[in-house]
């Protein structure tokens, strides 16, 4: 095998599929990266597997002969990374497992592992594929990934619920304390084809009109998490978007689920169990409401953020009809205490109402409007975070109960 590329490509290439590549592997082989050149296509794929998580992406080169490797991920990034700018040329000779690396200014060799050992990603032939649109993707993905929980004993609640409908997408992430989703919508079609969620049945149709498959599924947030990374490599989403205008092909079966588009694909096992109905936790009626400048209130938030996180992480809210004004405080015993006042419009009867500041922020950092509304009932029931414009988005935080 005899390929050339450039040093920035395949150190941007190798970062992608390293993400998936286990630190404490179950088999040696699966502490490498699978690289395959290609002479026919002139085209080299990389690929990295954890037997959950698999990433593979592939990148033009001069293809002089083609084969097959396995190298060490970690030893082969570092390597790459630090070579200077420029043509790399990668060779290894006829029966042996070493790679050796050319640059402009040196030379080093990688030993690997036969390509036999390493296993194949799963393919989905015969299980439905949904087209979704980049846009649509990294916005769900956004507002949802952070609520997911890091419990490994509530394994469900670990990844993000996609439902996918035939005009609509919505996202669900939830770990017991708070609660996000996300609805998207695409957007109006330029020849007066539908854009919605195109999903076909891989058996029966492609014609999108006829083809209104639906369907709901859990995906771990370690994969949604790499796929959001991947497609926010390349900033200018519409470039994507105008190259592949039917947007990210999604492969689903039970227990299994692949994304593809642009020369790349991530592929993920589906978390089993029932994932919560949590659209009946989400109140539909509130007595009190504000308004309020977001970046006024994240503002607020981290400054006493820093004495909240001395103590318990609590922040207290103090909302006043009468003088218009959010007050937030922060009282840590035998640390210190904060107050700040916010202006707001406010509705309903004044409330006192306490929060982890951590939630607060979270939530309030996945939104991208100027000004947000939450609605409150009481000071133990759930309250709401909702935009003002933008992203459909609902962001439900349980209060702590404050103590006198």
């Known amino acids: 095998m005899k390929l050339i590329c450039a040093q920035n490509e395949l150190t941007a290439h190798l970062s992608l599929v ?82 050796t690396l050319t640059c402009a200014f040196g030379r080093y060799q990688v030993r690997g592992m036969g390509a036999e050992e390493y296993p194949e990603l799963p393919t989905i032939d015969d299980g439905d594929v949904a087209y979704l649109p980049v846009e649509s993707l990294i916005e769900g993905l956004r507002g949802s990934l952070f609520s997911t929980s890091a419990d490994e004993t509530k394994q469900v609640l670990t990844g993000v619920h996609l439902t996918v409908e035939y005009d609509s997408l919505e996202f669900a992430a939830t770990d017991g304390h708070r609660l996000a989703v996300v609805q998207t919508v695409s957007a109006e079609p330029e020849s007066g084809e539908s854009s919605a969620p195109a999903v076909a049945n891989g058996k029966k149709t492609t014609d999108t009109e006829n083809a209104r498959v639906e369907f709901d599924v859990t995906v771990p947030s370690k994969a949604l998490r790499e796929l959001e990374r991947m497609l926010q490599v390349n900033q200018d989403t519409g470039a994507i978007s105008k190259r592949y205008p039917r947007g990210v092909a999604v492969h689903f079966d039970q227990g299994q689920l692949t994304f593809e588009w642009a020369n790349q694909r991530l592929t993920s096992r589906l978390l089993e169990g029932q994932y919560p109905n949590y659209r009946q936790l989400i109140p539909r009626q509130f007595s009190r409401q504000m308004t309020v400048e977001r970046r006024l209130f994240v ?106």
């Open 18 to 99: 390293s993400r998936a590549v286990p630190s404490r592997p179950s088999h040696p082989v699966l502490a490498n990266v699978l690289l395959r050149a290609d002479e026919e296509t002139q085209r080299v794929s990389l690929t990295g597997f954890d037997l959950s998580l698999g990433v593979q992406t592939s990148f033009s080169a001069q293809v002089e002969s083609g084969g097959t490797l396995t190298l060490p991920a970690k030893l082969l990034s570092d390597i790459v990374s630090r070579l200077p700018d420029g043509e790399i040329t990668l060779a290894t000779e006829a029966g042996d497992m070493t790679a």
């Open 299 to 404: 503002g607020a938030l981290e400054r006493i953020a820093v004495l909240a996180d001395q103590k318990n992480s609590i922040v207290k809210l103090e909302m006043s009809n009468a003088q218009q004004e959010l007050v937030l405080s922060v009282d840590a015993a035998d640390v210190g205490s904060g107050r700040e006042s916010v202006a707001a419009q406010i509705s309903g009867e004044d409330l006192e109402i306490a929060f982890n500041v951590k939630y607060l922020l979270e939530g309030l950092k996945a939104l991208n409007t100027n000004e947000i509304q939450m609605q409150f009932n009481t000071s133990t029931s759930p309250s709401i975070v909702t935009p003002l414009g933008g992203t459909k988005m609902t962001y439900l935080v349980m209060p702590v109960q404050i103590r006198s």
